[in-house]
């Protein structure tokens, strides 16, 4: 069964469904509602929480808007804590600490005339 016939999978979230690498029903069940979520936003797309409540509802054979209020919940905390997990993303730089470095120059007059000579002076 391919996922575009899984209930509550439109074709646009198939289409991710299926650029993520998940082409089947028996994918979606060996990844799980949060995992294939996770698979979809870390491709790039922006999916609303509403998809991750549909793989939900797809998974349990019910319209994603009859998932449980507290399974929602769980859902999103999984998803969250999942996230935490992550490693930092590679090539991008982890920030560090910020330091600010102040130039003195040792004769107040010159810097005072270079000022005036590429205009940032008051007048």
């Known amino acids: 069964m391919s996922t575009t016939k899984l209930r509550n999978i439109g074709?646009?979230?198939?289409?991710?469904?299926?650029?993520?690498?998940?082409?089947?029903?028996?994918?979606?069940?060996?990844?799980?509602?949060?995992?294939?979520?996770?698979?979809?936003?870390?491709?790039?797309?922006?999916p609303s929480l509403n998809l991750l409540y549909s793989l939900e509802g797809a998974l349990l054979g019910c319209h994603w808007q009859e998932v449980p209020e507290a399974r929602r919940q769980q859902l999103v905390s999984e998803y969250e804590t999942a996230v935490d997990e992550l490693p930092a993303a590679r090539g991008a730089q982890v920030a560090g600490p910020v330091h600010e470095t102040h130039m003195q120059r040792e004769d107040a007059e010159e810097a005072s005339d270079e000022t005036d000579e590429i205009g940032f002076n008051d007048n």
């Open 11 to 46: 074709p646009k979230s198939a289409a991710w469904l299926r650029q993520v690498g998940l082409r089947s029903e028996q994918d979606l069940i060996d990844t799980g509602a949060v995992g294939a979520f996770m698979k979809v936003k870390r491709a790039g797309f922006k």
